[in-house]
């Protein structure tokens, strides 16, 4: 650890033991006792159904565990009962504001085993979607944040916005939120006529949304100091909570499965950059996925300047069985590193499904995170951390 | 040029988009009164071509959620070819889709080899009543009605594709 | 007032100022309401806000009132049931009361306070009261931090609230607020009459942390912590519901509008016009029709301050507890002391 | 362009990892991914040398499998006829296995992203293996996750409360013989109901589709 991470550490350690002793020092005193905040399951800032105990003295936060578990809808076991054309759409919905992206590690998954690539221009389209999908979630991301520290704005702006995206997935697949479109060996269908020009005008309001909120939020005085220091995650603690995503980019790891996984995706032909940030504080985190937004907008239109032509869907059998084996693949998703790691016995369906969902892994630091904070730095904090309830509990 | 500090920039991103908004008019719809058309692949309800189905199960099968009853006999039909031996079809008693449960996933109107099956961007028939979202055939053939044509594909889309 | 009302009884005169008072509190508030929280923050969030009640939706706010008199009036179980009632009731009594030293016209007034201002700032902190009360008898945990939360921001920003009006009673040498509006129309800056003297100009930093103050004091964003409807499901107003939860939601817009009020009275010149246009020498050379222009000129005043309050509440992020409290105690009540300083050396020197 | 092809340290680093475990290694199995079963005495070790020596810093996620075939299949059988048989017999994946459960882990490399997916036999009586929740800190929620999902114990494991479930639930849902009662409060509308005609006439006739 270098020595701001030590720093860091020490002063979260520092206010820890503070409030420890004034807890016990009160307790003797006044005879008062500290107090047991439950923040959810239903609350603004959980955005789903997330509950938050919290332990406060005063306002600062003695310790606090994130109980989760309203939202366990059994998808490992579910997927045992299901074929594999029925696990997509099951996944689709388990990070709701991404689901193209939760298809997609699946599919490659089931490709590995079964040894098939999807040709070129389904790669591609799917990279594109992909992307969108990001876009997307991201976007309400950054809306959402400025509701949770205060500002009513952004949020409007982002549903705007993000709109335009939504309806370029619906035009594509059919479906706005769960789209389904990924299939073993290839897409659905093609993309329909108008559809390349139509994404490129949308990804240019996108990036003046970008810009705005930027100007809007980012560059606000008030939000970067509600923001800056709050929270930080040094490296080492990214890694090994198994952090991903902008998160661990945050953090200062250089880390993009995009970038360092070869996958039968598109995202190799673009110029991009993976951006990361050194401080690991809420800042940092939510200024990673401002720049991904961008970066995603400009894969979109470099990839949609290149789709080859061809057929979407490789030669499959129409039943689906899927040779034995097993075979992990995960993606760069919207929340963080998505995966599956997939069980076949030969079957029509798979044996056993791990669903590696990234929020998981982004929300299991918050016991460690908000010790030490204030009941305000808490909704910062797990704005900046994004989770999804879906992708929690899955 | 000095910086210009992010509170005002702020402001000025607030007061603009109020401009716009009283200028250009605003990005919302006033639904009951105007409508978007979704787009037309847009998977809003499902449509039945009752003569098309065979009662063939091959939906109620492949349903992820078990939403799709099928209850058929059989019957003579008269041959198809003159003096032809007299066919044996599967007449539908009943096709319900349960909407209540259905994840419009679209699974069972890729898998229907008859082309019965077909989805309709129409939305709204939203009930008071849950039980009421329980499709029947006769139904779920009034929304033939609604299904538009397939749209045309982005330039270099295999043409084979149906 | 009086002298419009020489002939009326005394009974007469209170029922009428009554009902003025009723109406410079309501008309603003429905107002401020409709124009800037259903309209101006729609638009700046390009959508249209209400639209089906009334032409435009204008009238949403009577929908709305209606619908929160029909809901069940909520007091939970082990809330302090009479005090909890009274609690909503406290906060808009302070702004009736404020808004009784606020001239509105030569002789449109309702009392007229020798020690106006003094009077206003002590009323105002009454709500304060209001608010603690109810986030203490609401027995609810969030209910209670919005209530500390207020209370503690809204007695640290009382303290940089009349230390900017002093700057105001030094140079118009008068607590009352009909004699500051005179002072600053009648006035003169640099020689020129032209446009009497408003304090905006000469009490510019007084203006600046007297707007800060109010929007704190009004609980706005930036400083709506002890709302916060995203951390603590808006504070002390959690167990509120019905027509208990209308008046909260009338207090605020209300005393949103009376503080600009007083804002304008300070700082703007209140209802009047600078007197050198028509040859005005003294109060009581103002021509009568003032006492109907003035409100309107006073309402058109009261509507751009609240417009900026309004405006920055739509655009900022909120700032946490303490950084708020430092950025009173540190930063606007020194450069408040200094601008008393300043404005009172500068007097005596000019 | 920022792509950095890994396939080169994955290869390279296989034996780098098989020489660092030593005999802690029961079994492995190489095919992009590389795939361990390590002893259950040197769970916790084999993870420590991995994170200390070989530096897969980066916890990605713990779970387990129930190799025992569900008796239920996929909740498809008519409840008229009398349940199909099913093969239940216990048949490891890759890099074998002698238990029923197994709990495997990921972990990466963040430098040089090699990836390993260790395995390791959950003894069949005591369903107790070590937690490696000090080891990565990330495994602490994992492991309460598996715990309840399937009821493998982990020693020394600070709170192995349930996550998702009631504190009072019942049996633990992913392992296989734990029905799914989704699928057994009715019946599977797939289930052929076609009346055939009157007279039994089962010959397809003039069907030409």
Known sequence: MSLTDRVLGDRQQLAYIASQAADARLNVELETEGMTLNIGPQHPATHGTLRIIARLDGEQVVWAEPACGYMHRGYEKLTEVRTYPQVTTLVNRIDWLGSFANEVPFILAAEKLMEVEAPPRAQHIRTILFELSRIANVSLFLGDLGVQLGAITPVFLAFRDREYVLNLIESATGGRFHPNFDRIGGLKDDLPAGWIDETRAVMKKLRGFCDQIEDLLFGNEIFQSRTRGIGVIPREVALQYGLSGANLRASGVDWDLRRDHQLPMAWNQADWKVWTHPDGDSFARCWIRLQETRESTKIVDQLLGSIPAGPVMAKVPKIIKVPEGEAWVSTENPLGEMGYYIVSRGDLGPFRVKIRSASFNNISITPWLLRGVYVPDIVTILASLYFILGDIDR | MPKVPGLVKGLGVTLGTLFNTATKGSNTVQYPHEKETPPIRSRGVIALHQDNCTSCMLCSRSCPDWCIYIEAHKELAPPRREGGKPRQVNLLDRFDIDYALCMYCGICVEVCPFDALFWSPEYEYSEPNIADLLHDKTKLSEWMETVPEAPALEAGADKKKK | ?350 | MSTTPDTQPRITSVAEVKAALGDRIVDSFHKEDLWLRVHTDAWKSSMRTLRDTLGFHYFCFLSAIDWMPSPYGRGEDDPTEPAPERDTTIRQGYAGGETRMQVFVRVTNPVTHVSVIVKVDVPDDSLAIESIHDVYAGANWHERETHEMFGIKFDGHPDLRNMYLPIDFEGFPLRKDFPLLARMVKPWPGIVDVEPLPGGDDNQGGDDQ
């Open chain 3, 1 to 350: 007032m009086s002298a419009l009302l020489a002939e009326v009884p005394y009974w007469g005169q209170s029922l009428l100022r009554v009902l003025g008072g009723i109406v410079a509190v309501l008309l603003p508030a429905g107002t401020i309401v409709y124009i800037f929280l259903f309209k101006m923050m729609s638009f700046m969030q390009s959508r249209l806000g209400p639209m089906e009640a009334g032409p435009y939706g204008s009238m949403q706010l009577f929908a709305e009132v209606g619908k929160w008199l029909q809901k069940e009036d909520i007091v939970p179980e082990r809330a302090d049931a009479r005090i909890f009632k009274m609690a909503p009731v406290i906060v808009l009594l302070s702004t009736f009361l404020l808004v009784a030293v606020v001239p509105f016209g030569p002789d449109a007034w309702f009392t007229d306070f020798e020690t106006g201002i003094f009077y206003a700032l002590a009323v105002s902190s009454i709500s304060v009261l209001g608010i603690l009360i109810a986030g203490w008898s609401s027995a609810n945990k969030y209910s209670l931090l919005g209530g500390l939360r207020a209370a503690g921001q809204l007695i640290a920003y009382e303290l940089p609230m009349v230390l900017a009006v002093v700057g105001v009673v030094i140079q118009a040498e008068t607590m009352n607020l009909q004699k500051i509006v005179v002072a600053q129309n009648s006035g003169s800056m640099f020689g020129i009459d032209t446009f009497g003297h408003p304090y905006v100009i000469s009490q510019f930093i007084g203006f600046v942390i007297f707007m800060i103050a109010i929007q704190a004091e009004l609980t706005q964003a930036p400083f709506d912590m002890p709302i916060a409807e995203s951390e603590l499901v808006s504070g002390y107003m959690t167990e509120y519901s019905g027509f208990r939860f209308l008046i909260f939601f009338i207090g605020e817009f209300a005393t949103a509008g009376v503080f600009a009020m007083i804002a304008s009275v300070l700082f703007l010149g209140g209802w009047g016009v600078p007197f050198s246009w028509f040859g005005w020498t003294s109060i009581d050379s103002i021509d009568n029709w003032m006492n109907v222009v003035g409100p309107l000129i006073m309402f058109t005043k009261m509507m751009l301050l609240v417009f900026i309050i309004m405006w920055i509440r739509f655009s900022y992020p909120r700032l946490r507890e303490d950084q708020l409290q430092r950025f009173a105690w540190k930063g606007l009540i020194p450069v408040a002391l200094l601008n008393i300083a300043v404005t009172s050396i500068l007097k005596v020197v000019f």
